[in-house]
């Protein structure tokens, strides 16, 4: 069997859990955000999927940018250092900025980046992230919109990588441990 789905021990979101939270968030992201303009920051690579979706889920107008940051590598572990390896393509002083992020396990990675785009001067800053691990909560990074809260395990999915796999999945599930150990 080489369908990838049969790599995970259990399915935690079907792609319809998924479609359907995402359309709740939109909604709010809408009503909270009207004629302000918002620019979508998405952090490659892992958020391109919610990205896709999310800002697909908005009826008002927004823009959207990347920046490419990496604290994972090839690993399972955050290797604890944040390099960033593509700038964004805008200007976002005096601009709403949303980030967009597939996953919040240490809060490492938004820490950063959320000092260093509150450095450029936003009119504002938030951060939406499909899914936030409870390690999460001990940093000090205030999420405005969650889709869920998900155990303490290594879960792929949705733009979530093992090795750069598993990010086409449609379902999001906690990979076999055979296949990292
Ligand atoms: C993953 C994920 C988040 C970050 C969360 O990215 O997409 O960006 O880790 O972890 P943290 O809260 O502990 O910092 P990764 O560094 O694996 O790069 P990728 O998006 O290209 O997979
Ligand atoms: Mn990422
Ligand atoms: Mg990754």
Known sequence: DTD???DLTNVLYTPEDIAERIAELGAKIDADY??????????????VMVMADLSRALRS????DWMAISSYGSGTQSSGVVRILKDLNTDISGKHVLVVEDIIDTGLTLSYLISNLQSR?????????MFRKPEAARNAVDVAYVGFDIPNEFVVGYGLDFDG??????????LAPHIYS
């Open 34 to 47: 009207a004629d302000k303009g918002l620019v979508l920051v998405g952090v490659l690579n892992g958020a």
């Open 121 to 129: 001067d936003p009119a504002s800053l938030r951060i939406m992230t």
């Open 4 to 6: 990838i789905i049969g």
């Open 61 to 64: 107008h927004c823009t959207m």
């Open 165 to 174: 796999r598993y990010r086409n999945l449609r379902s999001v599930g906690t």
